[in-house]
């Protein structure tokens, strides 16, 4: 008896004290994740509290929310403007191959600033790559006229000039023989 009441005695349980070394008390563990909610919840209020502030104050709140949702849904505008109409996005694609390195490193240091971030660029890496943007121009007009012979709505692009004939021979010809027929009718016109 006088064993038990050492074990359990003093108002103590060692067995319980024993056990909750080894693993948490699960009320005391539920009450400090509520202690922690409550003050996040508590934190987040009191970012939205704030007395009346000026008009000016809340467009630049505004503003300040809106780059990272924008970049967001430009990039997915583009990857939707690149299924839809392919040739205008090639063609946009090919006038960005002419932004010269140094101005790309402008606008990522700009973003990079923006998010915390920082860069710095070499006056003899930005001529030199100024250089290279600027010999790339007649390899993208050629690749620009390209593009654009290949509009639906270029005059002659439904007759089948070059490009047609190119993409006419870039065809598989069908296993069908309605289809093959076809194309042999077309093909002695």
Do not use: C
């Not at 790309?104 to 250089?131: C, D, E, H, M, P």
């Amino acid at each position: 008896m006088q064993f038990l009441k050492w074990l359990f005695g003093g108002g103590r349980n060692v067995i319980a004290e024993t056990a909750g070394v080894f693993r948490p008390h699960a009320e005391a563990s539920a009450q400090r994740e509520a202690a922690y909610v409550q003050s996040a919840l508590a934190q987040h209020g009191a970012e939205f509290s704030r007395p009346a502030i000026g008009r000016f104050d809340r467009f630049m709140d505004g503003m300040n929310r809106l780059p990272r949702p924008l970049m967001v849904i430009a990039t997915f505008v583009l990857f939707a403007s690149a299924m839809f109409d392919p040739l205008w996005f090639a063609a946009r694609m090919q006038g960005l191959a002419l932004v010269p390195d140094p101005l790309w490193w402008l606008a990522g240091t700009i973003v990079a600033f923006y998010f915390g971030g920082r860069f710095q660029v070499k006056s003899q890496q930005f001529r030199q790559s100024l250089n290279q943007g600027t010999a790339l121009l007649p390899q993208v007009l050629e690749n620009i006229s390209a593009i654009d012979a290949l509009q639906h709505d270029t005059p002659g692009a439904a007759e089948g000039g070059v490009a047609g004939d190119d993409i006419a021979k870039a065809q598989p010809k069908a296993d069908n023989q309605a289809v093959t027929d076809w194309w042999e009718a077309g093909q002695k016109r």
